[in-house]
C-alpha cells in the first residue's frame, strides 16, 4: 500500500467541565448489565470529591491503575484476566489519567476480546479483533496518547506498542479542568514530550503537509504556553491539551526520531520515564536538532525545571550494548530522522558515546 490509511478516534469532546456529561455518552455503549470499567491514575485515590464525580451505574467499577512503572504485558494480563474472572463480559472501559492509564485502557479492552497475551501483539497490525468499547479521559497532556493507534507497553523482549487500526480510543474527553492541577515538574517533562514530537515530525525525513500542519500548530502552542506567557492560568490548560491532540496527529502520519529512538533505551534498562527520559536525551541532541534544543534549554531555564544529568554514569559495557539494541532496533526512527542511510550515519559506536553523555 503506498499511503497509511489511518483510523482516527471515533469522537471528540472539548472543553472545560466537559467530563461531566461522561454519564450521558457512555449511556448508549451500556449493553444490558455488563459494567463500564474505569481506569483511574492512582494518583486520585482517595480524592473523594473526583471520584464522586465518576458516573458509576449497576455493577460498574473504579480500577486504580499503578503507574510506578509504565505499562507491562503482565500488568495487562492480569487486569483482563481479573475483569473476566469477576464480570464475564464489560460495556466498555474508560482510562481516566496520563498518557500510562490510558495506555492501560486501550491495552486491556483489546485483551478483552482477543485471546492470549497482550505480548503476542506487540508489533504492526498483529491485533486480530475488535476491542470492547473504550474511552479516554487525560489528566496530563502532552503524550500524545490520546489520539494515537498504539498502546505501549514493556513486554519479556521489548518496549513495543500494539499499532493497529483497533487501538484508537471510540471517544475521548479533553476537559482542560483535568490537568489544571499537575505538578509543575511532571507537566512539563509531559509537555515536553509534546514538542519533542514537533521537532522530530518537522525536522524529519518523512514530512509531509499532513504532519507539518498539526506539527507547526502544536509547536507554536507550546511556545506560547512556555515561552510567551509569564504564569500558568486557563489558557495554558486549554492550549497544552491542544497541543497534545495535534502533536498526536502530526506524528500519526510521520514519526519520531532521535530523542525517543535513544530514550527507548534507557527506559528499557534503568525505568527511565518516558517524559523525563525524552528531555534527558533531547537535552543533548545539539548536532541533531540545534534550534530545537537552544529553545528547549530556553524553556527548561525559564521554568526552573531539573533536568537529571549522569544518569548512565557507571553503566557496564554490557549495559550499553543492551540499550544500543534496543534503539538500533526501533528503525523507522532512525531512518525519519537522519534518512534511508541511517546506518551509515548513526554508527553504535557514535551511539554509544551519545548514551555516555546522558
Ligand atoms: P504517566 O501517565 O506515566 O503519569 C506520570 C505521573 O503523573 C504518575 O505518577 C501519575 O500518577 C501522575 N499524574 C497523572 N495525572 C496527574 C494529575 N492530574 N495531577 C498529578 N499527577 C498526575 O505520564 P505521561 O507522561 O502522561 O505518560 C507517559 C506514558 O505514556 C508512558 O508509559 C509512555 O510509554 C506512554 N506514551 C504513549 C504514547 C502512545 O501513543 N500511546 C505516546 C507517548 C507516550
Ligand atoms: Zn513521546
Redesign the pocket.
Known amino acids: 500500500m503506498k499511503f497509511r490509511n489511518f483510523k482516527l478516534v471515533g469522537y471528540v469532546i472539548f472543553g472545560r467541565g466537559a467530563f461531566n456529561q461522561l454519564d450521558e455518552i457512555i449511556a448508549p455503549r451500556r449493553k444490558g448489565d455488563a459494567p463500564m470499567i474505569f481506569f483511574v491514575?492512582?494518583?486520585?485515590e482517595g480524592n473523594q470529591p473526583f471520584l464522586s464525580r465518576i458516573p458509576l451505574r449497576g455493577k460498574d467499577k473504579i480500577v486504580f491503575i499503578d503507574?510506578?512503572h509504565?505499562?507491562k504485558t503482565t500488568y495487562v494480563d492480569r487486569l483482563r484476566d481479573e475483569l473476566k474472572a469477576e464480570f464475564g463480559e464489560v460495556s466498555g472501559i474508560i482510562g481516566i489519567?496520563?498518557?500510562?492509564?490510558?495506555?492501560m485502557a486501550?491495552a486491556v479492552a483489546l485483551m478483552m476480546t482477543n485471546p492470549g497475551s497482550s505480548a503476542d501483539y506487540q508489533g504492526w497490525d498483529l491485533v486480530k479483533l475488535p476491542a470492547v468499547y473504550k474511552a479516554g479521559i487525560?489528566?496530563?497532556?502532552?503524550?500524545?496518547?490520546e489520539?494515537?493507534?498504539?498502546?505501549?507497553?514493556t513486554g519479556p523482549t521489548r518496549?513495543l506498542?500494539m499499532n493497529s487500526d483497533y487501538?484508537p480510543f471510540d471517544q475521548i474527553v479533553l476537559d482542560p479542568e483535568?490537568?489544571?492541577?499537575?505538578?509543575v515538574n511532571?507537566?512539563f517533562?509531559?509537555a515536553m514530550?509534546c514538542y519533542i514530537?514537533c521537532i522530530e515530525s518537522l525536522e524529519g525525513t518523512f514530512l509531509n503537509a499532513f504532519s507539518r500542519s498539526y506539527g507547526e500548530k502544536a509547536l507554536e502552542l507550546c511556545q506560547e504556553i512556555y515561552l510567551k506567557k509569564d504564569r500558568w492560568d486557563d489558557d495554558a490548560d486549554e492550549k497544552l491539551m491542544m497541543a497534545s491532540y495535534a502533536g498526536?496527529m502530526s506524528?500519526a502520519y510521520s514519526q519520531v526520531g532521535v530523542a525517543h529512538a535513544v530514550s527507548y533505551g534507557l527506559?528499557y534498562l534503568l525505568g527511565t520515564?518516558?517524559?523525563v527520559g525524552n528531555c534527558i536525551v533531547f537535552d543533548k541532541l545539539e548536532e541533531f536538532y540545534p534550534a530545537g534544543v537552544k529553545e528547549f534549554k530556553q524553556m527548561v531555564d525559564k521554568h526552573q525545571v531539573e533536568i537529571p544529568q549522569h544518569i548512565t554514569k557507571g553503566l557496564s559495557d554490557a549495559d550499553f550494548e543492551t540499550m544500543i539494541d534496543v534503539s538500533m532496533g526501533l528503525a523507522p526512527l532512525w531512518e525519519n530522522a537522519l534518512g534511508k542511510d541511517w546506518q551509515t550515519l548513526m554508527t553504535r559506536d557514535r551511539l554509544r558515546k551519545l548514551y555516555e553523555k546522558l
Open positions: 491514575d492512582h494518583f486520585f503507574v510506578t509504565e505499562p489519567g496520563g498518557g500510562s492509564t490510558m495506555d486501550k487525560p489528566t496530563l497532556s502532552g503524550t500524545g496518547a489520539v494515537s493507534r498504539t498502546t505501549v507497553l518496549k506498542g487501538t483535568l490537568i489544571s492541577n499537575a505538578p511532571q507537566r517533562y509531559t514530550d514530537h498526536g506524528i527506559s520515564k518516558h517524559g
